[in-house]
């Protein structure tokens, strides 16, 4: 039966419990399977949510829910490309205040910044990544359970969305030098292709746009400074209520670092601006560690790349900063009691990950 919505459970702007985001993206969901002769009541109850849920942009859902929901969307419209398709009708307006923002910033790298900083207001379940390498710069999103049923749908519609962003950017004419997709190969790559229109690589080490980072200093046409200020006002108080505490902050600053390859106490403390000795004595008396958030956030990772990839397990090693598949293979088997090629065996697409946080119905 599925689990009746409750109004009263609705959060304010940036009261997000970690682990849940916002209804927002998937909104429209039940046009969309209808559109492929499929019953949204009976989805919603086939996966234990009310419609109800989706009824309100600002309704909370976790991960582990929004990946089972859309899994089942694929299977039943027989449209294994589902989110792709869900993902082209949204955009910054689906991240709430946050989206808002975005097509008043002065330029490009102004409104990706603020979309980093800001998007945990909107969703702490997952994050944004940003690079800039030379001439390259990527977009991406990171979630950060473990593999969960429907990831790779995740996967899809979040770069959609994210392609969508920089359209509302750059021009409608924007495209990416090449996307980057951290699952398998699909067996159809002809909805990929009409989408992205660029160069595809799966089997990625993360999922990302990559772009050259000139664009990056492109004006934003019809950006309101006034309407900017307003919008900038208005998140940074709800941010000073609804803020990271340290140990989310320094949780999110080493997941962004181990997908990026970069993890570092040092880096970290700098991030803070504190240094390394102080950030773990803090970290300590919250009952955690550097080296504790950083093996939970490797484990994470090495999970999603172990089920979700045909990445070669000294391949993850070198992904993951170890100094070879036997070293990584011995953290991992502290972690899960078994090897990675064991854990591989018995864990095709999805794994077990954190504990389920309850959605908002």
Known sequence: MAEQFSARTKKACG??????LRIGPLTNIAQMIEGFDVDPEALFVSVGVSGELFA???????????????????ELSGCPHFA???????????????????????????????????????DRAGMVTRTIEGNTATLGYTLFAGPIVGVDQICDGTLVIAQNIMRLLCGAQWKAR????????????????????????FNAERSSLVFPASDLSLPVAGADPDRFKLLKEEL????????????????????????????????????LS????RLNR????????????????????????????????????????????????????????????????????????????????
């Open 15 to 20: 009261d997000i419990p970690d682990g849940l």
């Open 56 to 74: 309100d942009p600002d309704n909370l859902i976790s991960p582990h829910t929004c990946g089972k929901l859309l899994e089942r969307c694929a």
């Open 84 to 122: 792709l398709i869900l993902g082209q009708g949204q955009g910054a307006t689906s991240l709430g205040m946050v989206g808002e923002l975005l097509p008043h910033c002065a330029d490009v790298g102004t409104a990706l910044a603020h979309l980093q900083n800001l998007l945990h207001l909107h």
């Open 178 to 201: 090449a996307v980057l997709l951290s699952r398998r190969r699909p067996k159809d790559l002809r909805p990929y292709r009409q989408v992205f229109q660029c160069p595809i690589e």
């Open 236 to 271: 940074e108080s709800v941010r000073s209520r609804h803020d990271l505490d340290l140990v989310a902050q320094t949780r999110r600053l080493v997941q962004a670092m181990v997908v990026l390859q970069r993890p570092s106490l040092a880096a970290i403390a700098g991030e």
């Open 274 to 277: 504190m240094n390394p000795r």
């Open 282 to 361: 803090l970290l300590e008396r919250q009952g955690t560690s550097y080296r504790e958030l950083l093996n939970e956030a490797r484990c994470g990772f090495a999970l999603r790349l172990i089920c979700l990839t045909d990445l070669s397990i000294a391949q993850i090693a070198a992904v993951l900063d170890y100094s070879g598949a036997s070293a990584f293979a011995h953290a991992f088997k502290r972690w899960k009691d078994v090897s990675p090629l064991a854990w591989r065996r018995t864990h095709s697409r999805t794994g077990a990950s954190a504990p389920r946080p309850r959605d908002s119905r």
